[in-house]
């Protein structure tokens, strides 16, 4: 297995609601990160967790809030988010810590619409 | 500050034409280097990537990039360009050994006409 896969591929949800974005790899790797990528720019680093500790936080608003329930999951909890943070979610992990030199594994990404 | 500049917004090219998108980087110290693609409506790829040896890397689907120490620069090249080629390309860089994290490039958008 050589993939990371994210659930859902798109979520539309209100300024109220709270959901959780899911990501998953079974590649024995042992970061994991999430970043944001608005449309026609770079992904930005949102979190790291490498050994299942969380290592970097970038100051992401505290409506974003990660979870790594085990070396092979990793959570994004959301609440209350606005619609500026409608944005493609992309998960990934890489072997080693992050300045691995065998680069990332990208997810698929989840496409979040906040109406 | 750490940072990697992609020089071209978007290039447009016949197929069979070559291609060098260009890329630098301003640390001097420790780095990995690595191209990315993210094809439309796909997630992002690993096209290549260089972290020590040999300065010439090669990748997939017939890329290639040269890691210039002298010139903070690190450009993709293909000699012949397939529409299928069509794509966003960024590329990244992570400093400072195994604690950097990777940092993108604002990208280039390629597209090829048939």
């Known amino acids: 297995d050589t993939e990371v896969t994210q659930t859902p591929k798109h979520l539309v949800m209100g300024m109220t609601n709270k959901k959780s974005l899911k990501c998953e790899q079974h590649?024995?790797?042992?970061?994991m990160y999430w970043y944001k990528q608005k449309a026609k720019k770079p992904p930005e680093l949102m979190f790291v967790?490498?050994?299942?500790?969380?290592?970097i936080n970038e100051s992401v608003p505290s409506r974003f809030s990660p979870e790594c329930p085990n070396s092979s999951l990793l959570n994004l909890h959301l609440h209350a988010l606005q619609p500026e943070d409608s944005a493609l979610y992309l998960c990934?992990?890489?072997?080693?810590?992050?300045?691995?030199?065998?680069?990332?594994?990208f997810g698929s990404g989840t496409r979040l619409t906040v109406v | 500050a750490q940072s990697v500049s992609q020089h071209n917004h978007h290039v447009i090219l016949s197929e069979a034409a070559s291609l060098e998108l260009g890329c630098n980087y301003s640390?001097?110290?420790?780095?990995?280097l690595f191209w990315y693609v993210q094809y439309p409506g796909q997630h992002l790829q690993l096209l290549l990537k260089?972290?020590?040896?040999?300065?010439l890397v090669k990748g997939i689907k017939g890329f290639e990039a040269e890691f210039i120490k002298s010139k903070f620069s690190f450009n993709l090249r293909k000699p012949s360009v397939q529409w299928s080629d069509t794509a966003e390309y960024f590329c990244?860089?992570?400093?400072?050994?195994?604690?950097?994290?990777?940092?993108f490039g604002k990208g280039t958008k390629l597209s090829v006409k048939p």
């Open positions: 260089y972290f020590s040896g040999d300065p």
């Open positions: 990244a860089v992570s400093y400072g050994g195994s604690q950097g994290n990777l940092i």
């Open positions: 967790y490498s050994y299942e500790k969380l290592s």
């Open positions: 990934a992990s890489s072997q080693e810590g992050p300045g691995s030199p065998r680069g990332y594994t």
């Open positions: 640390y001097g110290g420790t780095v990995n």
């Open positions: 590649m024995g790797h042992r970061a």
